[in-house]
């Protein structure tokens, strides 16, 4: 079956990317964002900032938009605009993406409203930061051109559909989206703002066994409630291995009745501890 023309994806993109214009004055910002359902716009969290939000639609219509839910752990936020005219994506898969696949992104990329660039993807995986740890494991890493108010906009495939949300740009011209297989888990949460209260960072224990360093807990939070301290080792979420924070961030999803069963180390790595910790939620979830 042939593929539809590459321009033709490229308008049905540009009629589902919106302008998203936040603050005022000096501090006025923005960046782009992803129509998914009527009136629902897609897009990072750092894109908004919790500050006031604008959105201008393909058309040129500004409506007022209000954050409807924002994971700044995950980097994504769920906008509502009533009366938004923009056509919603169909959320692909990307799991069936690889290296080598053409895709398209768009975007308003330097003020351009509407832009449009083309490319391959480069790999699915990590992404390696300067700490040298990684973050998360199935980001899209692609070989298209993107600049400073791409972020939040689509990247989609030759059908249309909807594989990734654009987040930020790496040297060497490659870029960086967050795979659709984690924008359905951010949309398909039921409870809204449910947190352990912790930062975390990925660490490697004894025979390169993974865990994650609890750096600090929020006062009053799930963890410190739950007799958690700085400097623990979490190593299992409800019975699964926490490699990395999206692997806590998954497991507080999937917690029963708001009760996290957690197993980590205090101190020595020869003892096995266990707590339950009883979730809190939050109108908007901002932290694992």
């Not at 910002?29 to 998914?36: C, L, P, R, T």
């Not at 039921?190 to 912790?198: E, F, N, P, S």
Request: with cysteine.
């Amino acid at each position: 079956m042939a593929l539809p023309a590459p321009g033709r994806i490229a308008e049905a993109l540009r009629r589902s990317t919106v302008q998203i214009r936040t603050g005022r004055g000096p501090r006025q910002g923005g960046g782009s964002g992803a129509v998914i359902g009527p009136d629902q716009i897609l897009t990072n969290a750092h894109v908004i900032q919790g500050r006031t939000v604008e959105i201008a639609s393909w058309e040129g219509k500004l409506i007022p938009a209000s954050i409807v839910k924002m994971d700044s752990a995950r980097d994504l936020a769920l906008l509502e605009a009533p009366r938004l005219a923009g056509v919603p994506l169909t959320l692909g898969d990307s799991d069936l993406l690889q290296p080598g696949t053409p895709v398209v992104a768009a975007g308003n990329p330097l003020g351009f409203v509407g832009a449009i660039s083309t490319g391959t993807v480069h790999r699915i995986g990590a992404i390696p930061l300067a700490a040298g740890y990684f973050r998360a494991s199935d980001w899209i890493c692609a070989d298209i051109r993107l600049a400073p108010g791409n972020s939040g906009g689509p990247l989609a495939d030759f059908a249309g559909c909807l594989v990734g949300l654009n987040t930020m740009v790496a040297a060497g011209g490659l870029a960086f989206a967050i795979s659709s297989r984690m924008l359905q888990r951010f949309l398909s949460r039921l409870k809204t703002g449910a947190y352990l209260g912790v930062t975390v960072r990925p660490v490697q224990l004894r025979e390169q066994r993974p865990a994650l360093l609890l750096l600090e807990l929020a006062p009053n939070g799930a963890a410190e409630q739950a007799s958690l301290l700085p400097g623990d080792l979490l190593v299992e979420g409800n019975g699964k291995p926490l490699e990395e924070p999206e692997d806590l961030l998954t497991a507080i999803d999937e917690a029963h009745n708001n009760l996290l069963d957690l197993t980590f180390y205090r101190g020595r790595q020869d003892q096995l501890r266990r707590v339950t910790a009883r979730l809190k939620h939050l109108p908007q979830t901002d932290a694992a």
